[in-house]
């Protein structure tokens, strides 16, 4: 296996620029996760390294070699696409070998390569079916295997969960990451899910127009975004925003939205003083928000009415009008459940909450 580099990466198509001076770095054996909306150019920095695309300027390493000038057989990757991209007339088994046997392996090899990867799978009883008779997920295992028989520097999958049905979803990305555990593999996966990337990566990059917003480990990522595209992107429902005013009273600082007003914690307050007096964005993650007890007035708590309650088993989603704000609480399920149209004292989790620069939407706290 290998590392992946970039340097100061630039694609441009015309007057267009798809991916701006991206610089990132792929540890050996890391699970590496682009993700973003679409065109954010996350599939495009793949296929760079793929070598499918040409950068317009900057510089592509897999491992020491400088490989902006290697055609894409000479890369040592193999990629796994969305669409599966297999061949109708052939079976499984000649599917998964058809790489190495244009590359001039011996039968015995490509047997053998292939007989370990249907294992590896759990395919072997489907190496002599066509495409058109496996079902979504068996088809994406095959186009797995065929990039496992390879035994390639580094693997690059291009959204290749997005055809298959939620259940399904859930299951393959738990057998993508054990593989990644058994190869111990370079792999550099693509999505717009923020589900996947933050259940599967080692490290999650996370792209918007064309530039890298921010990298970490998912939970890092999900607790300290650097700005408010970031942390509305991470977090399922999003992050509630609201702006506000950031006001001195009684020797702290508060936020004041009109329809509530929370008193910030003593820790935030160095970093927030230069902002006292100005506006600024508020935001609060739906799962930190708590049904508070009736009449709590402790700084952190806020009165809302229940527009619409979802439930959804062991939990449920209140969406909440206060004053002219909506948000949204994810709730464990409680004994009584709130009525549409009720009253609601919630309490907000306030060393988890976040504020930004109105301007410049980088991260305050």
């Known amino acids: 296996m290998a590392s992946v580099t970039l ?18 770095d792929i540890q050996d054996k890391e699970f590496a996760v682009l ?12 296929r760079m390294i793929a070598g499918l695309e040409s950068a317009t ?96 520097k580094v693997f690059l999958f291009d959204e290749p969960l997005s055809n298959l049905d939620a259940k399904l979803r859930v299951a393959m990305r738990a057998e993508i990451s054990k593989l990644h555990r058994r190869l111990e593999a370079t792999i550099i996966y693509v999505t717009h899910d923020q589900v ?11 792209m918007s127009q064309g530039v890298l917003q921010q990298s970490g480990a998912p939970m890092e990522v999900y607790a300290r975004p650097v700005n408010r595209f970031v ?5 399922s429902p999003a992050m509630n925003f609201v702006d506000a005013a950031l006001t001195a009273e009684n020797g702290g600082l508060c936020v004041d939205a009109g329809g509530f007003k929370v008193r910030m914690p003593q820790a935030f307050e160095a970093a927030l003083a230069p902002y006292a007096g100005k506006t600024v964005v508020f935001g609060v993650r739906p799962e930190d928000i708590a049904l508070a007890e009736p009449g709590a007035a402790d700084g952190r708590s806020i009165t809302a009415r229940a527009e619409v309650v979802e439930t959804l088993g062991s939990e449920m989603f209140v ?47």
Not at 35 to 46: D, E, F, N, R
Not at 83 to 110: C, Q, S
Not at 196 to 206: C, H, L, P, S, Y
Not at 321 to 326: E, L, R, T
């Open 231 to 235: 942390a509305g992107f991470i977090g």
């Open 57 to 152: 300027s900057g510089d592509i390493y897999i491992g020491d070699t400088r490989v902006n000038d290697l055609e894409a057989k000479d890369r040592d990757i193999a990629m796994v696409f969305q669409n599966y991209a297999l061949y109708p007339h052939m079976n499984v088994r000649d599917n998964m070998g058809f790489g190495l046997r244009i590359r001039e392996f011996t039968k015995a090899e490509i047997d053998a390569r292939v007989e370990e990867a249907a294992d590896i799978l759990g395919i072997r009883d489907l190496l002599e079916r066509k495409p058109k008779e496996l079902s979504g997920g068996q088809r994406q295992r095959v186009a797995v295997g065929r990039a496992i028989v390879r035994k390639p």
């Open 196 to 206: 996947e990337a933050m259940t599967m990566a080692d490290r999650i990059f996370i």
């Open 35 to 46: 993700v973003g909306s679409s065109g954010c150019g996350k599939t495009t920095a793949l």
């Open 319 to 365: 969406h909440l009008s206060c004053g002219a704000h909506n948000l949204v609480a994810r709730l464990e399920m409680p004994d009584r459940l709130p009525s549409v149209g009720e009253t609601l004292n919630m309490a907000l989790k306030m060393p988890k909450t976040h504020v930004f620069d109105k301007e410049t939407q980088r991260a305050i706290v």
């Open 7 to 24: 340097k100061n990466v630039v694609k441009r198509f015309g007057s267009t620029t798809a991916v701006n001076d991206l610089s990132i």
